[in-house]
């Protein structure tokens, strides 16, 4: 009941393109849902957040979508660039669960110029 | 700000040796966690440490353990080291007890075994 699945594994876009990555989970618990961007070499860094009372956030070109009842999120990057070439990955927590973040196993997403 | 340092960068133990990894938080933040990212498999959880308590645990066996230090930096030690040890180590922080804060993570220690 812990687990966050994410798909696709990898992606590859073309720049100015949009990039959409899915996650679902099964714990109902789960009352916060962030993202992360991970670039080699370096730890994962918070891109996004988001929580279940609203269903959807935006900052600058990166949205979260979220859909309570359906028991999944995503992620879109807007206007993709090279730049944005990184691992992503979903994660999910309660209070409940010890405050451990529950991570999805990661897209690699390529933006190609 | 500085962020979360986490030391050494690497580290390359023989199998059966222990491991110490260390990790100094963003200052003001009480809480530490450890995640083990090993190729192919994500980023699994091992450890929460709050004011100076475990708080949670991951399904890691015993010889994973650690602790935090009265100016809430933590360390994390692998004992009898396996070959499947081997990852990268990541260090979190965040404000005390906060699960809907976001983690703020270090660079990680990458752990070679041979």
């Known amino acids: 009941q812990q687990q966050v699945k994410q798909s696709p594994q990898s992606l590859i876009v073309q720049k100015g393109g949009i990039s959409i990555i899915n996650c679902a989970y099964e714990?109902?618990?789960?009352?916060?849902f962030p993202w992360y961007q991970q670039f080699p070499g370096k730890g994962p860094a918070l891109l996004i957040a988001?929580?279940?009372?609203?269903s959807e956030k935006k900052e600058g070109r990166f949205t979260i979508s979220f859909n309570k009842s359906a028991k999944q999120f995503s992620l879109h990057i807007m206007d993709s660039q090279p730049g944005d070439s990184a691992t992503y990955f979903c994660?999910?927590?309660?209070?409940?669960?010890?405050?451990?973040?529950?991570f999805g196993g990661g897209t690699r997403v390529l933006v190609k110029p | 700000e500085a962020g979360v340092t986490q030391s050494p960068t690497h580290l390359i133990k023989t199998r059966g040796q222990q491991a110490t990894l260390r990790c100094s938080p963003i200052s003001g933040h009480t809480s530490v966690y450890w995640y083990q990212q090993a190729l192919g498999l994500g980023l699994q959880f091992l450890l929460w440490y709050d004011e100076g308590e475990e708080r949670n645990r991951g399904n890691f066996p015993p010889r994973f353990s650690g602790r935090q230090f009265p100016n809430y930096s933590s360390e994390l030690n692998v004992n009898a080291l396996e070959l499947e040890d081997s990852a990268l180590y990541l260090c979190?922080?965040?404000?005390?007890?906060?699960?809907?804060?976001?983690?703020?993570f270090g660079s990680g220690t990458r752990l070679t075994v041979v």
């Open positions: 714990n109902t618990a789960f009352d916060y």
């Open positions: 994660a999910a927590s309660s209070k409940a669960a010890g405050n451990k973040l529950t």
């Open positions: 979190a922080s965040s404000p005390t007890g906060r699960h809907n804060y976001g983690y703020t």
């Open positions: 988001i929580r279940p009372d609203v």
